[in-house]
C-alpha cells in the first residue's frame, strides 16, 4: 500500500504507512526548520515489533526522540475510511511528528515495573513491595529540564499486559517528584493477551514504563480532553473480596447492614437477569469509581460463574465504590463532549489520542460515522487502558495543542482556559487522594465488621459446652466399639470432626479480630502523627504571630530612640559652639554627632519598614530604594561576610512599596548569611535592566517587555534539587527549630507577584544560591549617578 499522509501542518505531521515505506520516513516527516523534536510510533500487532522498530530507529534523524508503542489498532485522521481505518489494516504503521516550534524540550525515561511475576501469574511481592520497588526506579528518573504544570505533561507509555498501570501511578504520587499531568495508554495487542510492546528510541522493553516529559515552546499551550459514552445508572456496589493484583472481585458489602452478598449474585439481582445473562447486558453497562473530577470507568474483562468471579481490566480495591453505567450515543456524546471542549480556545494545531479498544470493539458499527476530529491532524492509538492521572477504561483521553501566539493564520484568543491546566493542583490532590482514600475505606470496613464480629464472639458461650459434650460422647461410644457395629463410631467420630472445625473457626475468627486490631492500631498510629503535624504548624502559626509581635515592639523602641537621639544631637551641637573649633574636643563632638545621626538613619528606616503598607505600592525608584536601605541591611551582615552592591546607574522605575523592598531583601540577605555560617563568604547584590523580546503563559505569564533584575547571590552551602522546588512552599524551612518558621521565602514570593514580577532561584549543593528576581519596569526616570 502506498504512503498516505494524514492531516499535517507546521507544527505536527501525521503519517500513515505500511512496512515497506520506511525508506520516506525522513523525508515525510521534516519541517521547513528540519528534522522533527519528537516521533511517536504506533505499530500494529500483527508486525514483527522489534524488527520495524529497528528500521524505524535508522529512518528517522538521529536528532529526533523517538518512541514507539504497539496496538490494538491504530488512529489517523485524514486517511480514506477515517480515524479509525488504519487499525484495520495488519500491516499498519502510523507516525505522529512534532516540530520543534510546538515541543522545546522532549525527555525521555523509562521504568522497570517489577511485575514480571504478575505476568507469569506467580504473585511474590505484596502491594507495599510493589510500590516502593518502583519508587526506587523511580528515583533513577531525572528529567533534563524543570517541570511546570503550565507547559510541561508527561506522556505514559506502559507494557500493557504488566497489568501495572495502578501501582505505577501510586508510586509517582508517593515520590512527590513530578508535579505535572500524566496523559497516555498501555500499550494494545493482539486480543489473544499474549505479547505487547513498547520502545524508549534504543531498546524494545516489555515490563516497563516509558516517560517522555514534554515541554512546550513559547506560545504554545496543552489541553486535555476526555470523553467517554456512559452516565450513571442508578446501583453502586462496595467491594469487599478482591484479589487488586489479578484484578477479581468476588463478593461485595452493604455498606449500611454489612450484610455480604456475592458480586455476581449482586449483579444479577439489581439488573433484574439470569446469571447466564450477564455477559451480554454488560456490553451496554460498565462500572467507574468517583473521584471529585469525574467518572473513571473500569471494564468488566470476563466474569467467571464456576469461582463466582468477575475479573476487570482496570484496577480495583476492597473498599472501592463501584457505579453500575449505562452506555449512551458514542457518536453524539464525543461530539458535544469535543465542543465543550474547545470552548474558549482557539482551534486545535494537533492532538494526540489514547482511545481504549473496548470503544473502538463496542461501537463498531457507528466508528466510520465518527468525524468530529477528520479537519484536524491528529493520530493515536487503541489501548489495553487509558492514564489521566490515574488508570482508566472505556475513554477517549487525549492531548490537544494550541499557538496562542498569531503564528500564520491561526486565531488567537485571550481568554485560553483549560480545567486540567488551570485546576492542575486540585486535580493532582484528587489524584493523589485516589489511592490514600481506598485504604482509608478499608480501615472503615474492617473496623466495623471487627466490631460486629467481636459482638457475635461474646454472643458464643456455648461452644465450650458443646466441644465438651460431643467429647464424653465419644468416650462411651468406645467401650461400646468391641460389641457393636461401627456406625456408631463413625457418627461419633463425624461428631468430634464437626466439634474441631467449629472450635478451628473460632480460632480463625480470633486470628481476624488480631489482624483487625493490628489495622486499627496503625489507623491510630497515623492519627497520632497528624496530630503531631497538625501540633507542629501550629507551633510555625504562633512563631509567626510572635513574629509579628517582635516587628511592632522594635517600631516603638526605634520610636524612643530616635527621640532620645534628638536631645543628644541638639546639646551636642551646642556644647561645640563653646568648644575650640581646632581642638581635638571639637573633632570628638563632631563624631558623636556623625555616629547619632547614622543612628537616626537606622531608625528611620526601622520605623519605615514597621509601618509598611501593602496597598501603597507606587513608582519607586528602584536603585535609589535599594542605596537607602544600605545602612539597615549592613547591620545584618555578620564580619565574616563580604557584602558587595552593584546597583546599576539606570532609569528602573516600578511599582513597588519601598518598606516591601527593604523586606524582600532582609529576608533574602539573612536567608544568605545563614547558608554561608560561620565560614568566609560573600553576598553580591546585583541590579541592572532586562528585555524580554518574547511573551509567555508558562510558569510565569508576561508580556514582552523592559524588567528590573534584582539578584542576591551568595557563596554558601547551596540547596539539592528537593529542596529547591519546596522553597516557596508556606511553613517549609530546613533551619533547626526555633531558627526559622519557613515564611520568610513564601511572603517574599507573595510580595514579588503583587508587583507583578517573578522570583525563582538557581542553586546546587556546594555552589551556592542564586535569587533571582523580574520586575517590570513603567515610565523611565533620568538616571542617577551609581554609588
Known sequence: MPSAIGRSNAFVRILSIDAAGLDDVPRLLAFDDGPPAFVLGFISPELPFAEIAEGLRSAVDPQSRLVLVSTAGELCSGVPGGLYHPGERQDGIVLQAFSRSLFADVSIHSVPLHSEDIRKGHIRHSHEQRIDAIRQSLEAVDPAFLLDCHDTVALLFI??????????????????????????GSAGGALDFRQTWVHDGDRVLDNHA?????????GKRYGVFKSQNFRK?????????????????????????????????ALCRSLRCHADELDRLLVSH????????GLFVRSVAGIDHAEGRVSFFCDVNAGDELFLLEATDFIEQTRSDFAAFLRDKPEPIGGLLNDCVLRRINNGPNLARLTVFDDLPVAGFSTFGEILGINVNQTLSALFFFADDGDGDLPVRNGFRDDYVARFPIHYGHFQNYFHRARDTRL???????????????GRSDAPVTLYGRFKQIGAYTEQIVTQASNPLNSAVDDLLEAVRQVTGEREAVTEVLSLREAELRLAEERRNSAETRMELEAQLREAQKLEALGCLAGGLAHEINNMLQPIIGLTELVMEDVPPDGQAQKNLARVIEAAQRAKRITQQVLAFSHSDPAGAGPLQLGSALRSIVEM???????NVELVWRIAALPLLVRADETQMAQVLINLIRNATDAIGTSEGEIEVTLDAVQLDEATEGAWPHPAGRYAALSVRDSGCGMDAAT??????????????GHGTGLGLPVVHGIITSWGGNIFADSGLGRGT?????????????AEASS
Open 444 to 458: 472503615r470496613m474492617l473496623n466495623r465488621l471487627r466490631q460486629t464480629l467481636l459482638h457475635d464472639l461474646v
Open 770 to 782: 542564586t535569587m533571582h528576581i523580574l520586575i517590570p519596569t513603567t515610565l523611565a526616570e533620568p
Open 724 to 737: 529547591l522546588a519546596r522553597i516557596f512552599d508556606p511553613f517549609f524551612t530546613t533551619k533547626a527549630v
Open 210 to 218: 516509558v516517560i517522555a516529559f514534554v515541554r512546550m515552546a513559547p
Open 633 to 639: 541591611v549592613d547591620v545584618l551582615i555578620p564580619r
Open 159 to 184: 507494557d500493557g499486559l504488566s497489568a501495572s498501570e495502578s501501582f505505577l501511578m501510586e508510586a509517582i504520587y508517593a515520590s512527590g517528584r513530578f508535579p505535572v499531568l500524566f496523559v497516555g
Open 286 to 293: 460498565t462500572f467507574a469509581v468517583e473521584l471529585d473530577s
Open 233 to 265: 445508572a442508578g446501583p453502586s456496589f462496595t467491594i469487599l473480596d478482591c484479589d487488586p493484583i489479578r484484578r477479581t472481585v468476588t463478593s461485595v458489602i452493604d455498606p449500611d447492614s454489612l450484610e455480604v452478598t456475592g458480586f455476581i449474585e
